[in-house]
T-cell receptor, first 116, second 114 residues
């Protein structure tokens, strides 16, 4: 099956620093990946759609300069939280669209970000 | 715009009892509907999907769901709950072929009572 990995699984950082989260499709190529954030006991909220070789499309209310997305290859998308603040603490989940699987999205295991 | 509503943020059932998790959708076009399961501190795993074929959809781990257009519902059921079914369940809708964005419901936490 289609497998998506995320790294790191957990990160703690100081306020004002930047954090990079990687999302990889391990056994398929993904021209499109998605980034979600999930607050405790809440649902997933789509932040942005990442397209290989082009700029990401951000959802309304998501600051593109704060959440930098790079999709440099067909198997890797990165999300960088710049100048992180405590309110950015959340669970970040990526998914990758598998065209070989009827355009289903396969989800990574998530990254728990804690900003002190 | 499409949306989903999950009735009941928490559901508790006894081991061996029927599991019923409710999901109602709103969509201006025939939707694709999904159920995902999330275990603590993990990503989402697809349980089953409806993509305009058979209205009764069977998924993994003994779960199934029935698409009822007249009721705009896509409830998830399992005849006999197992302890390992304890998790968070999310219903999601997509506009259909060619539109990729998923809209998730608020989730239902399923607790299994021994």
């Amino acid at each position: 099956g289609a497998v998506v990995s995320q790294h790191p699984s957990r990160v703690i950082c100081k306020s004002g620093t930047s954090v990079k989260i990687e999302c990889r499709s391990l056994d398929f190529q993904a021209t499109t990946m998605f980034w979600y954030r999930q607050f405790p006991k809440q649902s997933l909220m789509l932040m942005a759609t990442s397209n290989e070789g082009s700029k990401a499309t951000y959802e309304q209310g998501v600051e593109k300069d704060k959440f930098l997305i790079n999709h440099a290859s067909l198997t890797l998308s990165t999300l960088t939280v710049t100048s992180a603040h405590p309110e950015d603490s959340s669970f970040y989940i990526c998914s990758a669209r598998a065209s070989s699987e009827g355009d289903l999205q396969f989800f990574g295991p998530g990254t728990r970000l804690t900003v002190l | 715009a499409q949306s989903v509503t999950q009735l009941g943020s928490h559901v508790s059932v006894s081991e061996g009892a029927l599991v019923l998790l409710r999901c109602n959708y709103s969509s201006s076009v025939p939707p694709y509907l999904f159920w995902y399961v999330q275990y603590p501190n993990q990503g989402l795993q697809l349980l089953l999907k409806y993509t305009s074929a058979a209205t009764l959809v069977k998924g993994i781990n003994g779960f199934e769901a029935e698409f009822k257009k007249s009721e705009t519902s896509f409830h998830l059921t399992k005849p006999s709950a197992h302890m390992s079914d304890a998790a968070e369940y999310f219903c999601a809708v997509r506009r259909g072929f060619g539109n990729e964005k998923l809209t998730f419901g608020t989730g239902t936490r399923l607790t299994i009572i021994p």
